[in-house]
């Protein structure tokens, strides 16, 4: 079991604009937003015949929430490429999906303002359940192009190899 220590020092929660996504073991470039990591657990109600005044409740199935990750519009093709091995236009009656390498894990990884590795997730058996190539165009607009992608998965856990790093102190020249 992993050993953790506790930095003293730090008493501020971790901010929500420093991470990395890595597929594949290397980082996808881009990516600005990621949404929560959310699983529910149905709750399943019962009773006892003897005890017609109040009922149980115990832990039922699991489902763990989609992903969706956003990115600007670039030349970058690693969102469509995922994409297209669900489903692959133009590809041939019988071979639309690659089921052999359709799904991935993917790791998340938060930084603190130090840029060190502070948590990390890992997300496992992703696969593409929706891709917004292009937003709406609006020539009055005056914004950024965003594409996304949705992350179907079977769940994730924390990696807790990833432990709490020393921060580092700045002190002043002599």
């Given amino acids: 079991m ?12 971790y901010k929500n604009f420093k991470f990395q996504i890595k597929w594949d073991g290397k980082p996808v470039a881009g990516i600005s937003k990621i949404s929560a990591l959310k699983r529910t657990t149905e709750v399943v109600k019962h009773r006892e015949g003897g005890d017609p005044s109040s009922s149980r409740k115990s832990p039922g199935r699991t489902e763990f929430e989609a992903i969706t990750l956003e990115r600007g519009v670039t030349h970058d093709k690693e ?8 489903w ?5 009656l019988g ?5 052999a390498d359709f799904r ?11 840029g060190q590795l502070a948590i990390a997730y890992n997300v496992f058996r992703c696969w593409v359940s929706e891709f917004q190539s292009l937003p709406d165009l609006d020539a ?6 965003i594409q996304h992608i949705k ?3 079977e769940g994730w856990e924390r990696d807790l190899a990833v432990v709490e790093p020393a921060e580092p102190t ?5």
């Fill in 140 to 145: 009055n607009a005056n914004a950024i192009a």
């Fill in 79 to 86: 969102f469509e490429q995922w994409a297209n091995k669900i």
């Fill in 95 to 99: 071979s639309e999906v690659s089921l």
């Fill in 2 to 13: 992993a050993q953790f220590t506790v930095n003293a020092q730090r008493f501020d929660p």
């Fill in 104 to 114: 991935k894990n993917l790791t998340i990884e938060v930084y603190n303002e130090a």
């Fill in 151 to 153: 992350l179907e998965n």
């Fill in 170 to 174: 700045f002190t002043e020249p002599a």
């Fill in 88 to 92: 692959n236009f133009g590809a041939g």
